[in-house]
């Protein structure tokens, strides 16, 4: 059960915290599809502090989103705590200190997973920033620096001694950054070491992972991220798994048509600009159905938004042609995701695959 604001969410489902990709449109795709709490892009201390217009944007959100939480991250005390101060003016229903980005660029210089080096200074962030907002504080971090220093039951204690409300655990260390298993057995440990709510992230790629992980291990909420990556529609197929309902997946007609509804909100959003950096969504899009990667690969080539919705629509038309001909529109075989798998995904500034 998690508890935000009045608010009880049983089984609690939420959109992650992923650079160039959990921005306010694809927040918005995601609440619709049945997502209970959605994080928005991490947002960095010293940038905020400094007033950069790109940092101060990604704090924007719709009223729609809520429950919806701010993700900061840095290295320093002193910008941190002013970074949350400037988060909470906008008034989200919590903010979440990033402690599990595993990338060089930010772990090595302190901040993200670089925090699980120093737990003294990072119980003493939790603490400066909880004494600092009017709003509840959750962290987002990892089992450890790597699997010599799994040190996550004693580091979600003091998290909680901090005053944060929460723990969000990315279920493998820093050196593995997003290759193997996620070791999803740490979570009923961390459970029995805490009061406070801990969510499960890492390796939750389709509806059925989503169901495994709350009865394998008891989560008080689970957190997707690269699963939803075009395919918002997982958080729906999730509740209907976790109801014991039949899981649909979404006809090509009803992925098309949100697609390019993501496409709309994207280019509002982000201008003319927005037409190569949607690119990364297509994949989930399309895929499973006959011709998938030649309509990516087509779709790559166009530079605005009408040859994309010709290309799309006369694709959908080809499928649902060939379903009254009796003939079969999923590829052979059909795709199958792998959690190290990182073809084709979007990463961020710091070279970080989002997952």
């Known amino acids: 059960m998690i508890r935000i604001g009045d608010r009880e969410i049983p089984q609690a489902l939420y959109l992650a915290p992923?650079?160039?990709?959990?921005?306010?449109?694809?927040r918005v795709l995601c609440r619709e599809q049945g997502a209970d709490v959605v994080v928005t892009e991490f947002v960095n201390s010293d940038g905020l502090t400094r007033k950069c217009g790109k940092s101060l944007r990604k704090m924007d959100f719709h009223p729609g989103e809520r429950p919806i939480g701010i993700q900061i991250y840095g290295q320093h005390l002193e910008p941190m705590v002013a970074a949350a101060r400037m988060a909470a003016e906008r008034e989200p229903d919590f903010i979440d200190i990033n402690a599990g980005c595993w990338v060089k660029k930010v772990a090595g210089r302190g901040a993200g997973a670089g925090?699980?080096?120093d737990p003294d200074h990072l119980a003493a962030i939790v603490s400066s920033v909880v004494a600092a907002v009017d709003i509840p504080v959750t962290v987002k971090t990892?089992?450890?620096w790597d699997e010599n220093s799994i040190h996550i039951l004693d580091n979600a204690r003091r998290i909680e001694d901090a005053g944060a409300a929460g723990l969000t655990l990315h279920c493998r260390t820093r050196s593995q950054g997003h290759s193997g298993p996620a070791d999803w057995s740490w979570i009923p440990r961390v459970k029995e070491a805490v009061r406070f709510p801990v969510v499960l992230n890492g390796g939750v790629m389709n509806a059925e992972d989503v169901v495994r992980a709350f009865r394998e291990t008891g989560a008080d909420g689970v957190m997707i991220a690269r699963g939803a990556i075009g395919s918002p529609w997982i958080f729906r197929q999730a509740k209907e798994a976790l109801a014991g309902r039949?899981?649909?997946?979404?006809?090509?007609?009803?992925?098309?048509?949100?697609?390019?509804?993501?496409?709309?909100?994207?280019?509002?959003?982000k201008g003319p600009r927005g037409i190569t950096a949607f690119r990364k969504f297509y994949a989930g899009y399309v895929k499973g159905y006959v011709h998938a990667s030649k309509v990516r690969v087509s779709l790559m080539a166009f530079l605005e938004a009408g040859p994309i919705e010709?290309?799309?629509?006369?694709?959908?038309?080809?499928?649902e042609a060939m379903e009254r001909e009796g003939r079969s529109i999923e590829a052979h075989p059909?795709?199958?995701?792998?959690?190290?798998?990182?073809?084709?995904l979007p990463v961020d500034p710091c070279g970080d695959v989002c997952r």
């Open 18 to 26: 992923m650079e160039e990709v959990s921005d306010r449109t694809f």
């Open 115 to 117: 925090l699980l080096k």
């Open 142 to 144: 990892r089992l450890g």
């Open 246 to 269: 039949p899981v649909a997946s979404p006809p090509p007609r009803e992925r098309v048509e949100l697609c390019l509804r993501h496409l709309r909100l994207f280019l509002e959003a």
């Open 310 to 319: 010709e290309r799309l629509r006369a694709w959908v038309d080809e499928l």
């Open 334 to 344: 059909a795709p199958t995701p792998q959690a190290d798998d990182t073809a084709g």
